[in-house]
């Protein structure tokens, strides 16, 4: 492996690795009642928001964001919202699963995109991902859909929506849509639907 390709892989593994820490949404979600952890989250928005204000001020610097986030709303907040979004929307094992696909399929799937491409600049966010890539993503959301729910065709559901999610960039009157918001939201949706067929 190749010096670019391998520094690469090392930064990609470490926004991955702050990707999976994601996973303790789902988790206290497992164990709180959803009122607390709506109110846990709206405490964190307004973490949030002073953090991102400070920013963009350049009084601090977040490590580890893609040149394209540096002057854009950081992932992070994206994640902290399509995770906020699914516990309102979906019923409590759908959101728990559709969270997990994003904390641990997401960063399945990019580091395979890693490997796969050097080219990890604004573009490569802006095209549909290779097929290498989906069927991670497919086979990853899919297991965790399953585990979660204890059946293959909600699994499957959730899995096409992960997929189409993270796999194919999303414009809304030509504004890119961060796929750490689509990917629980699609995936929660299919399940959702999925399990009333």
């Known amino acids: 492996m190749d010096t ?41 928005f307004f973490i949030i928001f002073i953090l991102e204000w400070l920013r963009f001020r350049g009084v601090v610097s977040l490590p580890f964001l893609r040149k394209n986030e540096k002057k854009e709303i950081s992932a992070y907040v994206f994640f902290v919202a399509g995770a906020f979004m ?11 699963a559709s969270i997990v696909m994003l904390a641990i399929g997401d960063a399945a799937s990019g580091m395979v995109g890693a490997v796969k491409s050097v080219d990890k600049s604004e573009t490569y966010e802006k095209r549909i991902k290779p097929p290498e890539v989906m069927l991670v993503m497919f086979i990853v959301s899919f297991i965790i859909g399953y585990l979660v729910l204890q059946s293959l065709p909600v699994a499957i559901f959730g899995a096409i929506g992960a997929v189409i999610a993270d796999g194919v960039p999303l414009r809304v009157y030509g504004t890119p849509i961060d796929d750490n918001l689509t990917i629980p939201l699609f995936s929660g949706t299919l399940m959702s639907l999925g399990s009333i067929l």
Do not use: M, Q, W
């Open 4 to 44: 670019s390709r391998l520094s690469i892989l090392k930064e990609e593994a470490k926004r991955k690795t702050i990707h999976i820490c994601g996973v303790a949404i789902p988790v206290l979600y497992y164990f709180f009642p959803k009122n607390l952890v709506v109110l846990g989250f709206i405490f964190s």
């Open 86 to 96: 699914s516990i309102l929307i979906f019923a409590k094992s759908i959101a728990i």
